[in-house]
């Protein structure tokens, strides 16, 4: 359940640090905004496709997954997000509702930002505005490559690249070597192929040495490899 989080100020005598390395977290941590803290549990429901768009979240802790359903109901997973990932950016351009539906896939912390305050924010904190951009530049980046894999590549090396993703490999971020368990179905949906094949090919990587399941899904940096072969 959503409760108020306390605001704390910044004392006086601290300027913003103009390096590159600016830190969202600790700045939102920080920065006296209105917003609520929200936690939600394994497999719980965020929001849902058609609910009222009108605040960004920012993860803290856990996974998110994007999904969206057609009119015959088939279900499309869009993306799946981690700590230091925002989503439901859409109430910023005037969407009206979401159009999809976010999930939690493990516990999950979510910063919840009001669309009046997310507005503030970015015409007056021009570092976590900076930082906002090139977050959704790449992510815009991101779904042209996805879409670009989708059409010209194998479902081995898809899933290959969407492993790697999610252990963040490639970000300025440390990679996670160790992710949440996330099911074979899961995969299959954001990949576009069944979950036979995702498993056909999940063992055939952790023979080869690419991933190992040790308590999670261990991720190495050898399964590049398969992405990278012609």
Same mark, same amino acid.
């Given at each position: 359940? +959503? $409760?108020?989080?306390? !605001?704390?100020?910044?004392?006086?005598? @601290?300027?913003?640090?103009?390096?590159?390395? =600016?830190?969202?977290?600790?700045?939102?941590?920080?920065?006296?905004?209105?917003?609520?803290?929200?936690?939600?549990?394994?497999?719980?429901?965020?929001?849902?496709?058609?609910?009222?768009?009108?605040?960004?979240?920012?993860?803290?802790?856990?996974?998110?997954?994007?999904?969206?359903?057609?009119?015959?109901?088939?279900?499309?997973?869009?993306?799946?997000?981690?700590?230091?990932?925002?989503?439901?950016?859409?109430?910023?351009?005037?969407?009206?509702?979401?159009?999809?539906?976010?999930?939690?896939?493990?516990? +999950? $912390?979510?910063?919840? !930002?009001?669309?009046?305050?997310?507005? @503030?924010?970015?015409?007056?904190?021009?570092? =976590?505005?900076?930082?906002?951009?090139?977050?959704?530049?790449?992510?815009?980046?991101?779904?042209?490559?996805?879409?670009?894999?989708?059409?010209?590549?194998?479902?081995?090396?898809?899933?290959?690249?969407?492993?790697?993703?999610?252990?963040?490999?490639?970000?300025?971020?440390?990679?996670?070597?160790?992710?949440?368990?996330?099911?074979?179905?899961?995969?299959?949906?954001?990949?576009?192929?069944?979950?036979?094949?995702?498993?056909?090919?999940?063992?055939?990587?952790?023979?080869?040495?690419?991933?190992?399941?040790?308590?999670?899904?261990? !991720?190495?940096?050898?399964?590049?490899?398969?992405?990278?072969?012609?």
């Amino acid at each position: 359940m +959503a $409760t108020k989080a306390p !605001i704390r100020r910044t004392t006086g005598g @601290r300027k913003p640090s103009s390096k590159k390395t =600016f830190n969202a977290q600790n700045f939102l941590e920080s920065a006296g905004l209105s917003r609520k803290i929200a936690e939600f549990g394994k497999k719980e429901t965020i929001f849902s496709q058609g609910d009222v768009c009108k605040d960004v979240l920012y993860i803290q802790k856990g996974g998110v997954r994007l999904s969206v359903v057609n009119e015959a109901g088939k279900e499309a997973v869009v993306a799946v997000l981690g700590p230091g990932d925002f989503f439901g950016e859409g109430c910023l351009a005037g969407q009206p509702i979401r159009i999809g539906t976010a999930t939690a896939i493990t516990p +999950a $912390t979510l910063l919840v !930002i009001e669309k009046k305050e997310m507005m @503030r924010l970015l015409h007056h904190e021009h570092e =976590f505005s900076d930082r906002f951009i090139t977050y959704m530049l790449s992510r815009n980046i991101r779904i042209e490559e996805d879409l670009v894999d989708q059409l010209f590549n194998s479902s081995e090396k898809r899933l290959a690249r969407t492993l790697l993703l999610l252990a963040r490999y490639g970000t300025e971020d440390k990679p996670q070597r160790v992710l949440p368990k996330i099911a074979q179905e899961t995969l299959a949906e954001m990949v576009g192929t069944t979950r036979s094949r995702v498993n056909f090919f999940m063992n055939k990587f952790r023979k080869l040495g690419f991933i190992k399941y040790n308590g999670g899904l261990q !991720i190495n940096t050898s399964l590049l490899s398969v992405v990278l072969h012609d």
